[in-house]
């Protein structure tokens, strides 16, 4: 007998081939990812074991308080998992996974572009081919930041931190980081830690955010920590625009105190606050740190491989909680 799974958001033709084939499964077609209502009303509708998601679904407290109680767990196809209610979760008995591991690379990848964008004025001169250039550019005029040989800060040296910090050594940027804890030598590879945030960010050339979401970071870069920084400096966030006071981010890039920015993730998504649509110097990409061909399937692979495990009765690859 195979489990019963709900697919509730939209992922890749290899992800929803597999998800047909292991499992008595209900697919989402839908235009858009299902809402905490749909997926509610479909889990009931299917008698659903498990739910795959993403982070595109709020799993409140209220939400896991819906569940019908033939769900026994849910995988979200992400490595962040601030959209959980873990205590909510944990005291339902609902096993969650998550994705780690899987994205590093890409969401590096994303990170550098944007950062390589930022400072390069990318988007500006993309726009400007697009209108048709026609006027050549004076030597002087629409100057970008060198990147080669400048510091950045990593706020955040976790896995996609410590792979961000590789290619920025392939930039031969000196590497400084804050995270919670320091890292063993043979991970630090050089990079020079900080304990407090604020003491790192006046040497930051550039700063790139990778730390996890959720209450313990919430606004961790506010005006404040805005100001430590040189001016001109950049700022990269492929992690969670929670991390970010958005109102100082705004003020710190109009008023030129931060040369640019590049911007994968929101406080709000996906109504972001478009007034940084207005501003030149801001490179903005829609939460798609992840979204490579490979990785998109390589996550959901992942979560499934978690979800065979759980029903199975086995332990989850990947539990957010071990106790
Ligand atoms: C998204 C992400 O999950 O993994 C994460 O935490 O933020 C991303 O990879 C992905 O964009 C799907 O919404």
């Known amino acids: 007998m195979k489990h019963r799974l709900l697919l509730a958001c939209l992922t890749t033709p290899g992800v929803v081939a597999r998800v047909r084939g292991d499992f008595d499964a209900m697919v989402h077609e839908g235009p858009s990812d299902m809402t905490v209502p749909e997926m509610l009303a479909a889990a009931t509708a299917h008698r659903a074991d498990a739910i795959l998601f993403t982070n595109t679904l709020p799993l409140d407290a209220a939400a896991v308080a819906g569940l019908p109680a033939n769900v026994r767990a849910g995988a979200t196809i992400s490595?962040?998992?601030?959209?959980?209610?873990v205590a909510a979760a944990k005291a339902r008995g609902l096993m969650v996974t998550n994705t780690p591991g899987v994205?590093?690379?890409?969401?590096?990848?994303h990170a550098m572009m944007l950062m390589l964008a930022a400072a390069r004025r990318g988007a500006e001169y993309d726009r400007i081919m697009r209108q048709g250039w026609r006027r050549r550019i004076g030597q002087g005029e629409l100057l970008g930041v060198r990147v080669t040989g400048k510091r950045v800060g990593i706020l955040g040296m976790g896995r996609i931190g410590q792979a961000f910090a590789r290619r920025a050594r392939g930039f031969d940027m000196t590497v400084l980081y804050h995270s919670r804890t320091r890292l063993p030598p043979g991970l630090e590879q050089g990079a020079t830690y900080y304990a407090g945030l604020h003491d790192m960010l006046p040497h930051c050339d550039f700063l790139s955010i990778h730390a996890p979401g959720g209450?313990?970071?919430?606004?961790?870069v506010d005006a404040r920590a805005l100001a430590l920084l040189p001016d001109g400096a950049v700022l990269v966030n492929v992690a969670r625009g929670s991390l970010v006071d958005e109102d100082a981010l705004f003020a710190a890039?109009?008023?030129?105190?931060l040369f640019a920015a590049g911007l994968d993730v929101f406080?709000?998504?996906?109504d972001y606050d478009m007034r940084f649509a207005a501003l030149d110097n801001v490179v903005l990409s829609p939460h798609m740190g992840s979204a490579s061909m490979e990785t998109r399937d390589a996550m959901g692979f992942r979560a499934l491989d978690n979800l065979t495990e759980v029903l199975s009765g086995g332990p989850a690859i990947d539990p957010l909680w071990t106790h």
Not at 103 to 109: P, R
Not at 267 to 270: K, Q, V
């Open 267 to 270: 406080r709000t998504e996906p």
């Open 253 to 257: 890039l109009r008023s030129g105190k």
């Open 79 to 85: 490595v962040g998992y601030d959209h959980i209610d």
């Open 103 to 109: 994205l590093d690379e890409c969401t590096a990848d």
């Open 215 to 220: 209450a313990a970071t919430d606004k961790i």
